[in-house]
């Protein structure tokens, strides 16, 4: 559909703006393919390391840890996948500010991205008040695991971490464009 499209609209609404081979760049070209393959590279270790949990987690303390590493898991990564929900639509705005020379809401965009992290920080440990409630309604309550106080601290210490890097990201992206 999107190829169609894509013919359609250059061939009735915008023929002056076909795009054509001899503008291409091959130093812009191959920078951008640099950056991309870096990101690419990144990103194979990424899948490497989150993919290989369940198997350091077998091969070094056993196959039923799996079973309680995937519910604390799926329950603690529910607040990054909201955190992150929440942020995607502010890089956006901020390049916008940025194209406006509105540093000054940057900033203070920034500083309310901060205070939110703050809150979804203290959320997160406050789960571990309540994390044998949500197994057992999840799971019922002759769920195969109870929740192991250690094991919820280190998930929420991992969710706060993971939280902070991303603000530490929006942070660096904000500098590298000043």
């Known amino acids: 559909r999107f190829f169609a499209a894509s013919i359609y609209i250059f061939k009735k609404k915008l023929p002056y703006a076909i795009p054509s ?91 309310k991205y901060m205070f939110l992290g703050l809150l979804f920080c203290i959320g997160t440990f406050l789960l571990l008040f309540i994390i044998k409630p949500l197994i057992k309604i999840w799971l019922g309550a002759d769920a195969p695991v109870d929740s192991n106080i250690n094991t919820t601290v280190w998930f929420a210490d991992w969710i706060v971490l993971t939280k902070r890097n991303n603000i530490n990201i929006f942070a660096i992206n904000l500098k590298k464009t000043r």
């Open 21 to 111: 081979v001899k503008y291409i760049n091959r130093d812009c070209s191959k920078s951008v393919v640099f950056l991309g393959g870096k990101f690419f590279v990144i990103q194979i270790f990424y899948m490497l390391i989150i993919g290989t949990n369940e198997i350091l987690i077998t091969r070094l303390i056993g196959n039923d840890y799996n079973v309680e590493y995937q519910i604390y898991y799926k329950i603690f990564y529910m607040i990054v996948i909201v955190f992150s929900l929440i942020s995607v639509p502010l890089w956006s705005v901020v390049t916008k500010a940025k194209a406006e020379n509105n540093y000054l809401w940057i900033k203070t965009g920034y500083k």
